[in-house]
């Protein structure tokens, strides 16, 4: 029988409701949780972990490195099939993309939480944590990279994001839909992972912001951050990848000083182009150095910027890391 190592991490999962607090806090063990997934030892043999009993608010990229390095030792051992992550939702994203961008493994990797706490009517936690352990013990999950499996639909971590505040089915991935389906503790792949991605670093070292961009903004956001000294700035832009004026002015302020600046779009779908050529649109912003980002949401565009960076103080290098394949020279 295959074996899968269980690495708990706090979040909704491990939380139910204090009586005088009246909400939810961290409470269950990973022994607690893994007594209410009845029959799982019929389909696999689990060895359990604790990481943390953080809410997800609580993680940081330093700390997701550190998750990273402790499910890659695990990777390692010849008698682990594969890896299951419990994690707060709020946060499960951006964790599951870092995992993604710096495992370089063929075993699965699946990253799961739940919506309800361990107090609500329909507490989805065990629910979902089977099925991702069911998905760690498949042959077909294997060398797809990290998955995010969640309401028995399976996502790739670089396309998955949160996008209801309460509902079972949060976790979607907008562009493509779910890479798979557990049915009846069936794995049902309906395609391969696009795009693999691999930045080998063992710790943080870039700091990196994100700003959005908004009508009539005046850049100022911008010039405080290039002035407290940050290595990097994601800015979600409007539309195709475009700015207002004076925010522009501030990114060419920040590029002159070295700072390193991704362009990823606000909005739900589509990935930026440089189709704009008045002041603040694409075109002047690659023009003037800015690194497009594809279709990342802000936040993943920010994990991969701060990897890039720790890696590496070679803008040609950190370009070719997010626009490699996915943007012809012009």
């Known amino acids: 029988m295959k074996k899968v190592a269980v690495i708990f991490n706090g979040g909704t999962i491990s939380m139910k409701v204090d009586s005088k607090l009246k909400a939810a806090v961290p409470t269950l063990s990973g022994e607690d949780i893994m007594a209410m997934v009845t029959g799982i030892e019929n389909h696999a043999e689990i060895e359990t972990f604790s990481f943390s009993s953080l809410p997800s608010p609580h993680m940081t990229p330093e700390l997701m490195m550190k998750l990273s ?64 352990i069911v998905v760690a013990t498949s042959q077909e999950a294997r060398g797809k990279g990290v998955l995010v499996c969640m309401n028995n639909e399976i996502n790739c971590a670089s396309e998955v994001t949160k996008e209801h505040s309460m509902h079972l089915n949060t976790f979607q991935s907008p562009e493509f839909g779910p890479i798979g389906i557990v049915d009846s503790n069936e794995i049902i792949f309906y395609r391969d992972k696009a795009l693999n991605q691999y930045i080998p670093v063992e710790c943080i070292e870039g700091r990196v912001e994100l700003v959005k961009a908004v009508a009539g903004d005046s850049g100022a956001l911008i010039d405080f951050c290039v002035n407290q000294g940050v290595d990097g700035i994601v800015i979600e832009g409007m539309g195709r990848g475009n700015i207002p004026p004076k925010m522009f002015e501030a990114v060419k302020r920040g590029i002159e000083k070295g700072v390193v600046f991704v362009l990823v779009t606000r909005c739900y779908k589509g990935r930026v182009m440089d189709s704009y050529g008045y002041e603040g649109g694409g075109k002047g912003l ?3 150095g800015v690194i497009f980002g594809d279709r990342l949401p802000g936040q993943k565009a920010r994990i991969k910027l701060m990897l890039a960076l720790s890696k590496t103080n070679n803008k040609e290098e950190i370009t070719k890391t997010f626009e490699d394949r996915l943007y012809k020279k012009k």
Do not use: C, F, W
């Not at 594969?82 to 870092?98: C, P, R």
């Open 69 to 132: 390095k402790m499910v890659r030792e695990l990777l390692e051992r010849e008698d682990i099939e594969g890896v299951v992550v419990t994690h707060g939702t709020d946060t499960l994203e951006e964790t599951a993309y870092l995992l993604d961008l710096t495992i370089n493994s063929q075993k699965p990797v699946v990253v799961t939480g739940s919506m309800r706490n361990g107090s609500e009517l329909g507490y989805d936690g065990p629910a979902n944590l089977a099925a991702s």
């Open 286 to 288: 690659r023009q003037a």
